[in-house]
């Protein structure tokens, strides 16, 4: 039978580019135009069907989870105003953070407090479990964590006519005093050296980057890569989750020739959302910077 597989990458690649003029044309309008409706106020639904996605088997054991991670992490805030995918995105990113950091301990800056970025935080709706990873997970006793997301595509519109920023300032709120949210290129923002700097699937591959609905101009894996490492000061760390393996790939190879020390790879596929296949692939990495 013929291997239809690398025609149908061409063939997806080729449609994906159709888009670049289109994404270039509203990209630029939505950043000129910084359009924002005020306070978005975050929906809340019930967690008692949180799991109904999952087998009968599975319930027990996923639920006694979440009753662990929101006790351990001081989640009840985010619990009591979420949707159910907000909240069990929020249980996957503590995992996936559990099992990269088991036995790291975190950096902190010479005040005790450690400082983080997250690079390309999208609508920021992990700020919660981030912000509480950094300052009650790894090893070591619970710190201070001053959190910070920036995301380039702030001004996207929401059908309720709220944008990207307005909710993600929103997120930021919940997760409390100490989370920012900034609209910004990281590659080009003044940013001062930080301990901890995450990036949770950035666009390593043109195809996702134009169907996200950005412009092409603005993939350049390589230079976001090395901003990032520039940014974390020597011996902070540096996490990276990547939806595939080959993604994966592509990152270590940019980092291997960067002044980053690799410490651990794991697999951080999860059955906590309801779309768990999808998360088959997805892998972390963390970084020591040299
Ligand atoms: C695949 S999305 C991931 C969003 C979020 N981290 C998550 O896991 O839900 C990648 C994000 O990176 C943002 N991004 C891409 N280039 C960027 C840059 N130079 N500076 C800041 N954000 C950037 C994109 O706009 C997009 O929101």
Redesign the pocket.
Known sequence: MADWGPMAGIVKNTLALLRAPGNAVAFTVRSRVRWSRGKAELQNESKERLFDHLPTPRWAEAGADEQRMCADYGLEALRARSTCLVYA?NLALLQAMERVCSGLELPVGSDGALRAA?????????ATALQRFLARGGMGAPRRAILRG????GHGVYRDGHSRADYARAHAALAGDDVHFQV??????PIPEQDVIT?????VERY??LQ?G?PLS?F?PTR?VERAVATVRPGGLLFV?NQTEREAETTKAMLRSLPAEHVRTVSIATDLVPYADKTAGRIASVWRRC
């Open positions: 995105e997250d690079v390309g935080c999208g609508v920021f709706q992990y920036i995301e380039i595509d910004g290129d990281f590659a080009a923002l990036m949770w699937f950035p666009f996702a980057l996200w950005l603005l350049d976001l989750a």
